[in-house]
C-alpha cells in the first residue's frame, strides 16, 4: 500500500458529491448545479432542503409536503430544552448546541436506512431551529419558548427566539443566511462528522463531531472575530492605524479573510456584503460597524490580495446577524444551524452510496525499540 503524507489533508480527495460544487479560482460556489445567486435570490430554505436531500427543486406539491414535514418535527425533547436552561448564562452557544445533539443521540440513536435517513435529517434540521433559539433565550435570561410555527422555517426561527415581530426584510435577510451558509463541500466540520458517521454513528452523533469542529476560531468562529475586529477599531478614522497595529506589526491574522479553496473574493461575502449594507441602515450601531468593514475589507485586499487573500463568507455575516438582533456570541450557532443541512446531506451521501470507514494513517516518527525498565529501574 502506498501512502502519501498529506498534512492538513490538503491533497486528499474524502467522498464524490454531486452536492456542492466549488471553483476556488473563479469564485463559483453551486448546490446541486444552482448558482448560490440563483438560490438565494429565488428559494426558501426549505426548497433548499429537499434540493439536498432529494436531489431536485420541489414542485409546489413536494414543497408544501416537505413544509409540513419539517413543522411536524420543530418540537424538541422537554429535558433537552431544560438541559439547555441548566448551563450557565454565559456557556458557549455552540458548546450548548454540542450538549443538546449528545442529548438527542443518546434519546434517537437511529440507524442509517435509505427509507429512514431523509426523515432523520428533516428531524436534526427542524429541532436545530428549536434548539438555537431557545440556546438565544437562556443565554438573555428569557423563558423557554415553543416552536412558533410560521409559514417558512427562517420565519419560525425569528419568531421562536425573539418575542416580538419580525419584518419581511429580517425574514428574507435570515433565509438568505441559511442558504448562504448552508453546504461548502467537506470543509473541517464536515469532515469531522463524516468520521463520525464512516463508523456508522447515528446522524445526531455525527452533528455532534461536526459541531466541535465548527467552533474553532479557524472555522466557524471567524465571523465572531471578524466582527469583534469591528467593535475593536470602533470608528471609520481608526481603521488603518489598528490594520497596522494588530495586522502588520502584531503578525495576526485579518479574521474574515482568507480560504483553502477560494483563492479570490468569497461569491458569498459578495451577497453578505450586499445583504449586511442594506439591513444595516435601519440599524446605527450596525451602520457603523458595516463602514469599517468596508473599509478594512479595502486594505485588506490591497495588502492580501498578492497573496490571493480575499474576505469569506463570516466577514460580512456577523453584521447581518446583528443587523436581525442576534449578539456576537450566536453568530457561530446561527452558522450551524444553517449547516446542518449540509453536514446531513453529506453524510446520507456518504452512507449510502460510498460507505467506507475512515481511517487515515500516521508516520511513525518516535524512538526506535526500546528496553522496557520496570518502575523501580527508572
Ligand atoms: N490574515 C493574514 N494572513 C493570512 C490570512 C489572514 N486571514 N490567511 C492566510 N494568511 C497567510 C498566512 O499567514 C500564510 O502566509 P505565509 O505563507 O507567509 O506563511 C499564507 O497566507 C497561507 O496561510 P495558511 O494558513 O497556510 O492557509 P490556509 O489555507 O490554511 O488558510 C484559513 C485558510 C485557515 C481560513 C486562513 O485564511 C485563516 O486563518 N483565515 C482567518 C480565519 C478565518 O477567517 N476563517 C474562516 C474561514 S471560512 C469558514 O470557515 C466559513
Redesign the pocket.
Known sequence: MSVKFSP?LEDTIIKQTSLTFIDGINGILRYRGYDIEDLVKNCIFEELIYLMLYGDLPNRQELNEIKEKINKNYQVPEEVIRMIYSLPREANAVGMMESAFGMLASIYDPKWEKTLNRDVAISVIAKTATITANIYRAKEGLKPNNPKIKSTYAETFLSTAFDRNVSEEEISSMNAALILYAD?EV?ASTTAGLVACSTLSDMYSSITSALAALKG????R?AED?FNQFVEIGSLNKVEEWFEEK?IKGKN????????VYKTYDPRAKIFKSLAESLSKKNEKANEYFKIANKLEEIGIKH?SE?K?YP???FYSGILFYSIGFPVYMFTALFALSRVLGWCSHFIEYVEEQHRLIRPRAIYIGPEKREFKKIDQR
Not at 253 to 260: E, I, S
Open positions: 492538513g461548502h470543509p476560531p479557524l472555522h466557524g471567524a471578524a495586522i491574522r485579518l479574521m474574515g479573510f482568507g480560504h483553502r492580501f497573496k487573500i469569506n463568507t463570516d
